[in-house]
């Protein structure tokens, strides 16, 4: 035992010996990427560290951002580097610290004659006067951005198409363990010499003119990156949904406040937010809140070659998708199946940025560390670690390269070229040439150039340089009506789209043009054409709009298009919906109308949605008056009594939208006894005793405690007993909050879930839920993500400080077992001896590709995960049990006592599922007793039945 034991340790620190951190050289063996590109190393420490942007100049200079403080270090450590390649072989070979002092740098940006970097609270201009590689210049451009979690801080300064600079931002994160380092919340956004600028408008990107002191918020937010496409499509990301659009403009939407649109963005992932993300990462480290397997850390969204790029440091990935047009928005989908375009077995693999040069290649910003994530949502004994910093003076920058690519530009003077040089250069398929020349002909104001633009915008073949053409005329403010209404005819629809834009300057004078093209058969030309026209009010205008809603009804971006015309609009156009017949497109039609008649508040309208009532104009009053409470809710008294009618029927759908309303509204006085009478019917249907439920908890569910108490009880059925634990979890006082605990093992999931949230509805129940966690009564593997996430980031100290450590992994016996078996994660196995003991040990209770019983999770959707966490997960199965899969023991009122796994249940009902696919069907009412264990139906002895080389052999099987 003692050899073994002594082996174990040998082979242990062997391996610690050939782990990372690895030189770039060595790191470079590490990646796998996809035919048809190729990896370069090209710069690397010392000559830069912790790089998370950078930007290439006119000259061929390169900027690179280091934010060395993160996570928590706000010392003025970040920097600035300059790197210049002096021997013309494609590399830089010179390194300069160009500005240093730097809080927490996240962005930079080439304008005028130095940079633009983002440094919250701060935009800053640095310039290098005299040539020494080093700015002499430095002077706030912008200020107020909230100095929060670093992640979450303003980036990505952007010169667009449409002569602006862009910043992704987003609201300030809420820091609770870090409130001195990151609590600031900012304030208005604003030119520090011309304060009458400032900005009130929070958590949306921003974009600017420094020349002129304009300042716009858009109407949409990201987090660390953002894109746009050649026709200036805007493209924006958070950490977990990797790809989304800003369909409509901030403009149109201020044209209707009353119309209550709480998302601008179209989520364009055909494979979801939280997308699967398939690493392949040796002896992967994820921190405590890290959502494993699935898009955690998504940054850096780059467009490249048609596709979107985005790293996944966590994952140590880069994600490809590709587009396709979807109505007025875009549909992306997974450019490889199962894999990705680019993965490392290096656990230090930190991707965190890209950058399109103007060599055509993909540059990669690698930030190299043991870990990445804010300690906010790091365990506590992480976040005090002396790791937490480990590989601060690495970092590598790498060139992805597509086969046929050009080498690196060695001789790079777009900055000296005449105008008609950058003219031309706007035409180029690299779209740091057209971005460049176009800044450099504004920077120049540039004039003299327009006789060549106008020439380039009617005659030249590439519809991008038309385009270019357009804007840049516009920007140096030569572009005259007859140019528009040429473009608003161009073969091209992109064309036709800004064209569109650019003629608002010129409103009403080309209303006839614009109203002439209604019958424009592109989605994105006709959605364009539908924002743009609601600035005219005229009978001509609101017919077109009417007749363009109708051919693209069912795209819910032209619904809200024509909503945003005019708040006016609205009961119009939801008769309009009504009269027709029933699609989906019509239905949230419907519901965005009347969302804008309930923020409108005028009583006669409220009244006709109230006469017909349907679904979704009573969810569209919900949304709309609790966006704006006052009069309104006064007013919807008057139908509150017609309401309860139509609760008290069989539609459930316009059930639940009554109880949504009367949420806002408040509740008639007779609602309470209805309610009552109806949800302790046991004869009625579960449903409607459900929402009965939900009604009684609007009202004061105090005087009806002792029945709720009842209903919360395996003989009822699971959305009654949920139901009831909601109204219950209502009543305050901490003596809810013991009764639930003590049913807490009796409870399914849906159940258990509704008991988390009553007890994390106030701090004294969220102590008697830690404490029940301390003692066992309760296992950390019973609360679903969100709750663990809320004790673990509470507000009040001691019960963050206690739950911590609580739900923070713990070492013991099992992670011995592990460590024996880890081999089995390094090696490769063998597919067709991992099916043969899939077959013999796993299939008892687990499908894999069809084969198996449906008693544990299908193991089918387990591909994306590391060796590493399922070896963990199947020799500690007790260790994280999945919701839904827990051992229940159920005892009759015979005496028999059944064990299994939650099947389907029925109002009447209960099934327990065991090994090889066998059931018991159990009645509610022969219930006597009914638990859930501490341990999951899965064994905790495997390593009694497999033995380490078949481990590794089923670990291939699955992953494969």
Not at 326 to 335: D, N, Y
Not at 771 to 794: E, S, Y
Not at 933 to 940: E, H, K, Q, V
Request: hydrophobic share 40%; charged share 25%.
């Amino acid at each position: 035992m003692r050899i073994a034991g002594l082996l174990l340790i040998l082979f242990l620190c062997g391996c610690g010996k050939s782990g990372p951190p690895y030189s770039a050289q060595d790191a470079l063996k590490s990646f796998r990427i996809q035919p048809g590109y190729r990896v370069e190393l090209f710069a690397a420490e010392p000559d830069v560290v912790d790089p998370v942007a950078m930007e290439v100049d006119e000259a061929g200079r390169i900027y690179v951002v280091e934010d060395s403080g993160y996570p928590l270090n706000t010392g003025k450590v970040g920097k600035v580097k300059l790197l210049v390649d002096t021997d013309g072989d494609g590399r830089p070979d010179r390194t300069t610290v160009f500005a240093d002092h730097l809080t927490l740098p996240t962005g930079v940006m080439r304008w005028k004659k130095g940079i633009l970097v983002t440094d919250a609270p701060d935009v800053i201009y640095l310039e290098d006067t005299d040539g020494d590689g080093k700015a002499d210049i430095r002077r706030v451009v912008l200020t107020g951005f909230p100095l929060t979690n670093p992640q979450h801080t303003v980036n990505g300064p952007v010169f667009g198409l449409d002569n602006w600079i862009h910043l992704a931002h987003e609201n300030a994160t809420t820091a609770v363990i870090f409130k001195e380092q990151f609590g600031d919340t900012g304030s208005d956004i604003r030119y520090p010499e011309h304060p009458e600028t400032a900005l009130k408008v929070r958590g949306r990107n921003i974009r600017f003119r420094p020349d002129t002191w304009q300042l716009e918020a858009r109407s949409g937010s990201s987090q660390f990156g953002h894109a746009f496409d050649e026709w200036g499509h805007h493209f924006t990301m958070n950490n977990s949904n990797h790809l989304r659009h800003e369909v409509i403009a901030a403009r149109y939407l201020r044209r209707n406040p009353d119309l209550p649109v709480m998302n601008a963005m179209q989520d364009l992932s055909d494979h979801g937010n939280g997308a699967e993300v398939y690493p392949i990462t040796r002896n992967p480290r994820y921190e405590m809140l890290t959502e494993v397997g699935t898009m955690t850390s998504a940054c850096g969204l780059t467009l490249f070659q048609g596709a979107s790029f985005v790293a996944e440091p966590v994952h140590g990935l880069v994600h490809r998708d590709l587009w396709k047009p979807a109505g007025a928005s875009f549909s992306a989908s997974r450019a490889y199946q199962r894999e990705e375009f680019l993965a490392s077995t290096d656990a230090w693999f930190r991707p965190v940025n890209f950058y399109v040069g103007p060599d055509g290649a993909l540059y990669l910003m690698d930030y190299y560390r043991l870990s990445i994530e804010h300690p906010e949502w790091m365990s506590t004994h992480t976040h005090n670690s002396p790791d937490l910093y480990e590989g601060n003076d690495r970092g590598r920058i790498y060139r992805i390269v597509p086969e046929g690519g050009s080498p690196a530009d060695r001789n790079l003077r777009l900055g000296e070229a005449p105008d008609e040089e950058l003219v031309k250069q706007l035409g180029n398929a690299n779209p740091w040439w057209r971005r460049n020349a176009q800044r450099l002909l504004m920077d120049r104001k540039s004039v003299a150039a327009a006789p060549l633009l106008e020439r380039m915008a009617r005659e030249d073949a590439s519809a991008v340089a038309r385009l270019h053409a357009l804007w840049t005329l516009d920007g140096l403010g030569k572009l005259d009506r007859g140019l528009i209404e040429r473009a608003l005819n161009d073969p091209n629809p992109g064309v036709r789209e800004n064209a569109i834009i650019l003629g608002e300057a010129h409103l009403p004078a080309l209303g006839a043009k614009l109203i002439a093209m209604a019958s424009d058969a592109d989605p994105r030309v006709e959605f364009q054409l539908l924002c743009t026209l609601g600035f005219i009010d005229s009978a001509a205008s609101r017919a077109a709009r009417d007749g363009l809603l109708s051919r693209r009804l069912e795209d819910r971006w032209m619904q809200i298009a024509a909503l945003s015309a005019s708040s006016g609009d609205a009961p119009r156009l939801y008769e309009w919906a009504q009269a027709g017949a029933p699609s989906e497109g019509r239905t949230n039609l419907i519901r965005l109308a009347a969302s804008v008649i309930g923020e409108r508040q005028r009583p006669a309208e409220l009244r006709k949605v109230l006469a017909s009532p349907t679904a979704a104009g009573l969810e569209g009053l919900a949304m709309g008056l609790r966006a704006k409470r006052g009069p309104g809710a006064q007013t919807m008294a008057l139908g509150q009594e017609a309401l309860l009618k139509v609760f008290d029927g069989d539609d459930a759908p316009l059930r639940k939208a009554v109880l949504r309303l009367l949420e806002v509204t408040g509740l008639p006085s007779r609602a309470a006894a209805g309610a009552a009478a109806r949800a302790f019917d046991a004869q009625a249907k579960p449903d409607q005793r459900a929402d009965a439920l939900g009604l009684l908890a609007l009202a004061d569910p105090k005087p009806h405690e002792a029945m709720l108490r009842k209903l919360v009880d395996p003989g009822q059925p699971e959305a009654v007993q949920a139901a009831a634990i909601h109204a219950l979890g209502v009543i305050p006082g901490e003596e809810i909050g013991k009764f639930l605990l003590s049913k807490w093992k009796t409870l399914t999931a849906p159940a258990r879930s509704e008991a988390a949230d009553a007890l994390l509805n106030e701090n004294g129940r969220a102590r008697l839920l830690v404490a029940a966690i301390k003692d066992g009564q309760v296992q950390p593997w019973n609360l679903v993500f969100r709750h663990k996430r809320r004790l673990q980031m509470h507000r009040d100290p001691e019960i963050r400080e206690t739950a911590r450590p609580l739900l923070e992994p713990k070492a013991g016996e099992r992670e011995k077992v592990v460590a024996q078996y880890q081999p089995a994660a390094e090696r490769k196995g063998d597919t067709a001896r991992g099916q043969a003991v899939f077959k013999e040990v796993c299939a008892k209770c687990h499908k894999h590709n069809g084969v198996g019983a449906d008693v544990g999770p299908d193991l089918g959707s387990v591909r994306n995960r590391s060796k590493q966490s399922l070896l963990e997960e199947i020799l500690m199965p007790n260790k994280s049990i999945s919701q839904n899969y827990e051992a229940y023991v159920i005892e009759t009122t015979s005496g028999a006592t059944r064990e299994g796994v939650m099947g389907p249940q029925t109002s009447t009902t209960i099934t327990l599922r065991h090994e090889d696919g066998k059931e018991d069907v159990i009645q509610r009412s022969n219930i006597k007793s009914m638990y859930v264990t501490n341990l999951s139906a899965m064994p905790a002895d495997l390593e009694h039945q497999i033995s380490v080389q078949q481990m590794g052999d089923l670990l291939e099987y699955l992953t494969r």
